[in-house]
């Protein structure tokens, strides 16, 4: 069998610590005698009965290959938080800010208006709390949350604060989806990280890393390195976050197996679409059924020209199994929005005038790198609007807030699979047209934030705002 490696430095001290990836075949030889560790996933937080939502940053430290420990920060525990799940309606949150800087709480994926969207306007300075009283109405989706302050958003995240949502109306058994937390149905945060020659985890971009995004040498996923995710003989569900500061991932199982997409960033496609590779990129989410019937231990992989492992799985016949088909429809309704768009805008993913030359940032859209005080159009509320976004030099994960969109051609042909539902984030490697409606109002105090979502590239200016009046 080919040695594969999880992203791993190569230095001798870090191997010594005893972090080295095993590979799968030692992993299951080593099944029922070595330890194995266990993927946790992070606790879950239901806000269903209550219709209320709690959050606390917390400092911390981990030292997350059992080396030196770094500080760190999550919301109610020490790094990333809860996974909450909310339902339609009311919701009354609160955001308490413990640490000594600010930070803000941005709901990514969440439709609600720019005054609850919790974006670089609306920061919680140290002590303060923020209590957003909002309305959820959406389709079930896997979303996520993280801080968004201006050029601290990048350091914010890699530290720590980022957790996963899910909006859930309860009806997943009818769908025939697996549903149990983690057993069948599992939240996995893909981090990678950068540790140190004593296995301490640093964030020191260079020049270099700010002008390509900060990556790491070694996988995180949910906060564990090297853990296994163990799942019962069955289809199983796995809602993947992309929560890496710039690191694109390609995923694909080690044995071939298809992964079969069920939902992307803003819900349920109508029907699952068969994938042999899952494009992934920072800020993307994408819900996937694998069938672990067989009786291997596949490892998640990346990167098929370069492969890397991102994930061991094993399975347990003590698991409930109770998922065993695919279903063959999911309720997913993609509207087609071609031909309502009202406005046409462009935009060039960038850098500034002068580039590199100002002060080592110098991303830029359209030229002009962000300015919190400048909204850089309005977008007429209840409206569709079709973007055309380019990258220039390389591929950028285009986000914006407030919406959901469809992507309607990427370099002038059909969208990629994983492209074809609705999606807020999308990698653009050249061009792309987006289609959506503005169905949230932001007003100029609090507008709404359309930006590349690899978080160097964000805090050093390749962000804008617009209002939806
Ligand atoms: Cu995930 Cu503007 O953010
Ligand atoms: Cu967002
Ligand atoms: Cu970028």
């Known amino acids: 069998m080919k040695r594969r490696k999880f992203l791993t430095s190569t230095s001798a001290a870090l191997a010594t610590a005893g972090v080295l990836f095993q590979s799968s075949a030692r992993l299951a030889s080593a099944q029922g005698q070595g330890p194995l560790t266990r993927l946790a996933m992070p606790p879950l937080l239901d806000t269903r009965a209550t219709s209320r939502l709690s959050l606390a940053t917390q400092a911390g430290s981990s030292g997350f290959l059992g080396g030196p420990s770094t500080p760190t920060a999550g919301f109610n525990q020490e790094y990333l938080g809860p996974t909450i799940v909310l339902q339609n309606g009311e919701l009354a949150a609160e955001v308490q800010n413990t640490l000594d800087e600010p930070i803000s709480a941005h709901w990514h994926g969440l439709l609600v208006p720019g005054e609850h969207d919790g974006g670089p306007h609306l ?4 002590g303060a709390t923020w209590q957003p ?3 959820i109405a959406q389709d079930p989706a896997t979303i996520w949350y993280h801080s968004h302050i201006h050029e601290r958003t990048a350091e914010q995240v890699y530290f720590g604060l980022a957790g ?13 989806l697996p549903s149990t937390y983690g057993v069948d149905d599992l939240t996995l945060v893909l981090q990678d990280r950068r540790f140190d020659a004593s296995g301490r985890m640093v964030y020191n971009p260079s020049m270099m890393n700010r002008m390509h995004g900060f990556t790491g040498n070694r996988m995180l996923v949910n906060g564990q390195a090297g853990a296994t995710a163990v799942v019962p003989h069955g289809i199983v569900r796995l809602r993947l976050l992309n929560g890496s500061n710039a690191r694109i991932y390609t995923l694909f199982f080690d044995d071939t197996q298809p992964m079969h997409l069920v939902a992307t960033d803003g819900g349920f496609l109508p029907a699952p679409v068969a994938l042999d590779t899952l494009r992934l990129a920072p800020g993307e989410r994408a819900e996937i059924l694998v069938d672990f019937s067989g009786d291997g231990a596949p490892v998640l992989m990346s990167d098929p020209s370069q492969a890397y492992g991102v994930l061991q799985f094993g399975t347990d016949a003590t698991l409930p199994t109770r998922i065993t088909h695919l279903p063959d429809q999911l309720d997913g309704v993609l509207e087609d929005l071609l031909g309502a768009e009202v406005a046409n805008r462009q935009f060039s993913l960038d850098m500034g005038m002068g580039g590199m030359m100002r002060g080592g940032g110098g991303f830029a859209i359209n030229g002009r790198p962000f300015d ?3 909204i850089n159009f309005d977008v007429a509320l209840g409206t569709v609007e079709r973007w055309h976004v380019r990258s220039s030099m390389v591929a950028h994960p285009f986000h914006v807030h407030g919406v959901r969109f469809r992507v309607l051609t990427e370099n002038g042909a059909p969208p990629r699979p994983e492209n074809t539902g609705w999606k807020d984030t ?21 507008p709404f934030m359309f930006h590349c979502h690899i978080l160097e590239h964000e805090d050093a200016g390749m962000m804008g705002q617009f209002t939806v009046t």
Do not use: K, N, Y
Not at 123 to 126: E, G, K
């Open 123 to 126: 920061p919680i300075a140290p």
């Open 133 to 135: 009283e909002m309305t």
């Open 164 to 176: 996963v949502i899910h909006v859930t109306d309860g009806e997943d058994d009818a769908r025939g």
């Open 372 to 374: 919190m005080r400048r």
């Open 426 to 446: 999308v990698l653009i490697p050249g061009e792309a047209e987006i289609l959506a409606r503005f169905d949230q109002p932001a007003s100029d105090t609090t």
